[in-house]
């Protein structure tokens, strides 16, 4: 015959269901934990600057809109970026106005007499073959910069070796940067999707999207940066960038303001040619 188990008194039974409904709810609310880690991440420079301990920005070909000195502002924004996130001592000179510099460059070399005449006039004193007007022509650059095109004739100006080596030699052979940054206004007329009130017969309120044609005012950033070594005058690395900002056609919006906001997207690119920088960011980790 076999015995029965004597029975559990009907407190202790309670007590346990109690238990296992507290630790139950207390695993459905805790769940899963997480938390965040900040991480860096480096990113090595595009070129080696380890020779040199100082560093020019000397100025820069620039156009696009009269509203900005766009050479004085980026020469001082970027010294001043230089100046707390790179190591290299920067050069406090004056910003050299590169476009009168090119336009002195490209003028044609002054002759004497004996070789003007020998230019002009061809055996018995009759005219001969001298340079034609278009000789002094191929050798002009557009005094006005309004978009990319008249940017171009000026990029002999850092090839110029000798000219950026006397620089350097001036100025203790730094790291030279220079280069080009148009700076102009820019409209767009796309189609914009919105967000329309509407209220039913009942007065119900809602949204629907609608698309309109709408115009749309803003600005376009190009910057080349070029990278000169200063023992030689030659050009280490360049770069271009391409940013644009546009707003509803009734904002107004300070030229200035725009150029900066744009900068900003680029002022990282610009330091880690030169220095290794890192990118903050979180890690979420699961426990």
């Given at each position: 015959?076999?015995?029965?188990?004597?029975?559990?008194?009907?407190?202790?039974?309670?007590?346990?269901?109690?238990?296992?409904?507290?630790?139950?709810?207390?695993?459905?609310?805790?769940?899963?934990?997480?938390?965040?880690?900040?991480?860096?991440?480096?990113?090595?420079?595009?070129?080696?600057?380890?020779?040199?301990?100082?560093?020019?920005?000397?100025?820069?070909?620039?156009?696009?809109?009269?509203?900005?000195?766009?050479?004085?502002?980026?020469?001082?924004?970027?010294?001043?970026?230089?100046?707390?996130?790179?190591?290299?001592?920067?050069?406090d000179a004056d910003v050299m106005p590169l476009i009168e510099i090119a336009q002195d460059q490209s003028k044609p070399p002054a002759t004497n007499d004996a070789s003007e005449a020998a230019q002009t006039s061809g055996p018995g004193g009759t005219a001969g073959s001298g340079p034609g007007p278009g000789a002094t022509d191929a050798m002009a650059l557009p005094k006005t910069i309004k978009e990319e095109k008249d940017l171009e004739p000026y990029e002999r100006l850092f090839a110029n070796t000798a000219y950026w080596k006397t620089i350097g030699e001036e100025y203790q052979n730094p790291l030279i940067v220079t280069g080009t940054v148009l700076f102009a206004p820019?409209?767009?007329?796309?189609?914009?999707?919105?967000?329309?009130?509407?209220?039913?017969?009942?007065?119900?309120?809602?949204?629907?999207?609608?698309?309109?044609?709408?115009?749309?005012?803003?600005?376009?950033?190009q910057p080349k940066f070029v990278f000169i070594d200063g023992r030689t005058g030659t050009t280490m690395y360049s770069e271009r960038y391409r940013e644009e900002i546009l707003y509803n056609a009734q904002q107004n919006t300070p030229a200035l303001s725009s150029y900066f906001e744009l900068m900003d997207r680029l002022v990282p690119n610009f330091l880690s040619a030169l220095s290794s920088q890192k990118i903050r960011g979180t890690r979420v980790l699961l426990n």
């Amino acid at each position: 015959m076999t015995a029965r188990a004597p029975a559990m008194p009907r407190a202790n039974s309670l007590k346990l269901v109690s238990v296992a409904a507290v630790l139950a709810a207390a695993a459905v609310a805790c769940g899963p934990s997480y938390f965040e880690i900040p991480i860096e991440t480096p990113i090595q420079p595009k070129m080696d600057v380890s020779a040199f301990q100082r560093v020019l920005v000397a100025g820069f070909v620039a156009g696009g809109t009269d509203d900005v000195d766009t050479n004085l502002e980026t020469v001082r924004l970027l010294r001043s970026q230089l100046r707390s996130k790179s190591a290299l001592k920067v050069i406090d000179a004056d910003v050299m106005p590169l476009i009168e510099i090119a336009q002195d460059q490209s003028k044609p070399p002054a002759t004497n007499d004996a070789s003007e005449a020998a230019q002009t006039s061809g055996p018995g004193g009759t005219a001969g073959s001298g340079p034609g007007p278009g000789a002094t022509d191929a050798m002009a650059l557009p005094k006005t910069i309004k978009e990319e095109k008249d940017l171009e004739p000026y990029e002999r100006l850092f090839a110029n070796t000798a000219y950026w080596k006397t620089i350097g030699e001036e100025y203790q052979n730094p790291l030279i940067v220079t280069g080009t940054v148009l700076f102009a206004p820019k409209t767009s007329n796309a189609i914009v999707q919105r967000e329309q009130e509407v209220f039913d017969s009942f007065g119900r309120r809602s949204t629907v999207p609608t698309r309109t044609f709408m115009e749309r005012k803003g600005f376009l950033l190009q910057p080349k940066f070029v990278f000169i070594d200063g023992r030689t005058g030659t050009t280490m690395y360049s770069e271009r960038y391409r940013e644009e900002i546009l707003y509803n056609a009734q904002q107004n919006t300070p030229a200035l303001s725009s150029y900066f906001e744009l900068m900003d997207r680029l002022v990282p690119n610009f330091l880690s040619a030169l220095s290794s920088q890192k990118i903050r960011g979180t890690r979420v980790l699961l426990n």
